[in-house]
Nanobody, 119 residues
Framework: QVQLVESGGGSVQAGGSLRLSCAAS????????IGWFRQAPGRDREFVAH????????DYADSVKGRFTISRDNAKMTAYLQMNSLTPEDTAVYYC????????????WGQGTQVTVSS
């Protein structure tokens, strides 16, 4: 089992940037694929980005391609989501997840971190 803790959320103006972190503890982080998801008020949770266990393959939702970058540092047991050119539509609670069991389905989840983008 692995425990995940997100950090780095906050409030930013449109056009700004934030970097989210997902710190893991417990079992070996390096064996797990990592995903980032977000959920805005009144909306379903949606996939944002995915990175494989070695960091050699990534995938993004169309809505964030070219603006967000997912990465990981297995030595630090941490994954990151660099978010640039933020818009108010990016406002949501962001979650990281580990251990993909099916397409865009993960076993372990963090508690989330709030990102608010003002216009």
């Amino acid at each position: 089992q692995v425990q995940l803790v997100e950090s780095g959320g906050g409030s930013v103006q449109a056009g700004g940037s934030l970097r989210l972190s997902c710190a893991a503890s417990g079992r070996s982080f390096s064996v797990y694929a990592i995903g980032w998801f977000r959920q805005a008020p009144g909306r379903d949770r949606e996939f944002v980005a995915h990175i494989n266990s070695r960091g050699t393959s990534v995938d993004y939702a169309d809505s964030v391609k070219g603006r967000f970058t997912i990465s990981r540092d297995n030595a630090k047991m941490t994954a990151y989501l660099q978010m640039n050119s933020l818009t108010p539509e990016d406002t949501a609670v962001y979650y990281c997840a580990a251990d993909r069991t099916a397409w865009r389905t993960y076993r372990y989840w963090g508690q989330g971190t709030q990102v608010t983008v003002s216009s």
